[in-house]
């Protein structure tokens, strides 16, 4: 997992050889009036979802990890926390993985990292980080964030 912020994206872009394109979408969606939903980029190498919703408390929250997809969070605005783990540490599972979602999810373990982000932080997370994004901060927080799925290359 990595946390950094906007400006400092481009330190990152080494890491694999599709985050440059998808960094750039990012940075162009912002730029734009905020429209939720899918953006194409690169077909299913590259795709960013536009999502809005207001934050929610910890015991109504989750775990979910990927295995084809990073994901490139951009926090556009409001604030929220994001409980993360190595995905070793799921226990209990809710959903199991699915190719067709790219997503398992598991009830939030006892232990977890929290990641505290507000507008114009950026946090990349990795297939082996288990996470469970849209916690509350400080109360309910409207939040509008973008969320580029990077395909992960070998």
Wanted: charged fraction near 25%; hydrophobic fraction near 45%.
């Amino acid at each position: 997992m990595i946390q950094t912020t906007v400006e400092n994206l481009s330190r990152y872009e080494s890491l694999n050889p599709l985050f440059p394109a998808a960094f750039a979408a990012l940075k162009a969606l912002a730029a734009e009036a905020f429209t939720k939903g899918r953006h194409e980029v690169d077909g299913d190498r590259i795709y960013v979802n536009a999502a809005e919703y207001d934050t929610k408390p910890v015991s109504d929250s989750c775990m979910e990890h990927h295995k084809r997809y990073i994901d490139v969070m951009w926090m556009v605005s409001g604030e929220e926390i994001i409980g993360t783990c190595p995905v070793a540490q799921l226990q209990e599972f809710i959903k199991p993985y699915s190719s067709e979602i790219d997503a398992a999810l598991a009830k939030l373990v006892p232990v977890y990292t929290e990641v505290k982000i507000g507008a114009g932080d950026v946090v990349i997370l990795f297939p082996e980080d288990a996470h469970a994004p849209c916690m509350q901060l400080d109360g309910v927080s409207a939040v509008r964030k973008l969320i580029a799925k990077v395909e992960v290359t070998a």
